[in-house]
């Protein structure tokens, strides 16, 4: 089976730095996403970690061990709209199985 | 906009009806995966289609069924429904297994 485990909520002010952590467990591991998702709309693709390390994409990264099982997303220079909840999920064994996800409140 | 195409947007349905979701994935796309999130829960996997085949299996009810069609497009069939089937159905499309998963804008049904 597979368990993945993130912060149900964190808070942040405007133009700082937040890492969510997220801890998984899976039977099979083929890659780890990052999606984010505003209330009552569609998840948006934010990331995508294959092998160990850092990927970079503009304001957010991030991060896989697999060794580990264990992956964060960080995202610098807050800004407002970065209020949503955020979405780490498993794909293995062909199935992509999300995280109950972070819900990140931005403070002014 | 993520190219892929969910209808309706919106169901009203009583109790012990039957529904269809339908699901037209991103052009090019061969996979299609259909999750299901209740009010303030996560993204529940139900079922996957890979060119027309079942591929993988998540949590879903014996009375919901999926399907894909020749054209790939993709319907989710809901019988029998409960107050608790309430939800949002996301359909989301992929290239393959592996890749990133785009996600339609989700069909919001609600059982009274």
């Known amino acids: 089976g597979q368990n993945i485990d993130q912060p149900t909520e964190m808070t942040a002010t405007e133009g700082a730095i937040v890492q969510i952590n997220c801890t998984y467990q899976?039977?099979?591991?083929?890659?780890l996403f990052w999606y984010q998702q505003h209330a009552g709309e569609a998840p948006t693709f934010l990331s995508y970690?294959?092998?160990?390390g850092l990927e970079e994409k503009g304001r957010f990264s991030s991060f896989l061990s697999r060794s580990k099982g264990y992956s964060y997303l960080l995202l610098k220079e807050l800004q407002m709209k970065d209020s949503a909840s955020y979405l780490c999920?498993?794909?293995?064994?062909?199935?992509?199985?999300f995280g109950t996800g972070t819900r990140l409140l931005v403070s002014p | 906009d993520s190219g892929v195409t969910q209808t309706p947007k919106h169901l009203i349905t009583a109790t012990g009806q039957r529904v269809t979701l339908r699901c037209s994935p991103r052009?090019?796309?061969?996979?299609v995966y259909w999750y299901q999130q209740s009010l303030d829960q996560g993204l529940q996997f139900l079922i996957q289609?890979?060119?027309?085949?079942?591929?993988a299996k998540g949590n879903i009810l014996e009375r919901f069924s999926a399907q894909q069609f020749p054209d790939l497009h993709s319907e989710l069939n809901l019988s029998s429904l409960e107050l608790g089937d309430s939800a949002l159905y996301f359909c989301?499309?992929?290239?393959?297994?592996?890749?990133?998963?785009?996600f339609g804008n989700g069909t919001r049904l609600t059982v009274t």
């Open positions: 899976t039977s099979g591991f083929n890659g």
């Open positions: 989301a499309s992929s290239i393959q297994g592996d890749s990133p998963l785009h």
């Open positions: 052009s090019g796309d061969l996979s």
């Open positions: 999920a498993v794909i293995g064994f062909q199935k992509l199985v």
């Open positions: 289609y890979y060119n027309g085949e079942e591929r």
């Open positions: 970690n294959v092998l160990d």
